[in-house]
């Protein structure tokens, strides 16, 4: 498992993030909002990602307020699976994560926030851990 923190002088989130999307197959993102700015750092690595035929999912709410319906309008005219919950008042989604999977079996979870800091440089911790997938799938 790695762990970083996004202070002064430790790798970006954002970069992480790219690295990860350039060698996966699949990715599944799970969090409580999304942010424009988060999606406009990311959105070229995530056009090629879905060119090359990957398969991007996200699930997030409208937790706070915060999700930019920019952002979500750019990721559904990407090509991306989004599913918003729209209950403000049950719903309280704080996940922050992400799951990429690769069709070697090789699966990597990272956690970090895509909003308008996080991938460039708030301070925030993150991390990735990843382990083999049996090569059969359902």
């Known amino acids: 498992?790695?762990?970083?923190?996004?202070?002064?002088?430790?790798p970006e989130i954002g970069h992480e993030l790219k690295r990860e999307l350039a060698s996966a197959d699949h990715v599944?993102?799970?969090c409580p909002f999304v942010k424009w700015n988060?999606?406009?750092?990311?959105?070229?690595?995530i056009e090629e990602f879905l060119q090359?035929?990957?398969?991007?999912?996200?699930v997030t709410t409208t937790y706070?307020?915060?999700?930019?319906?920019?952002?979500l309008d750019r990721l559904a005219a990407m090509g991306?699976?989004?599913r918003v919950s729209?209950?403000?008042?049950?719903?309280?989604?704080?996940?922050?994560t992400w799951l990429f999977r690769r069709d070697n079996g090789l699966s990597t979870a990272t956690w970090a926030r895509p909003t308008c800091r996080a991938p460039r440089s708030a301070t925030d911790w993150s991390g990735?851990?990843?382990s083999p997938r049996p090569s059969s799938r359902t």
Do not use: F, N
């Open 80 to 82: 991306v699976e989004i």
């Open 52 to 58: 090359r035929g990957g398969r991007l999912r996200v």
């Open 64 to 71: 706070i307020g915060a999700t930019d319906r920019l952002a």
């Open 28 to 30: 599944d993102l799970l």
């Open 38 to 45: 988060g999606v406009r750092v990311l959105a070229e690595a």
């Open 1 to 10: 498992m790695r762990c970083w923190s996004t202070g002064a002088g430790q």
């Open 86 to 96: 729209y209950d403000t008042r049950m719903t309280r989604l704080h996940a922050k």
């Open 128 to 130: 990735t851990s990843g």
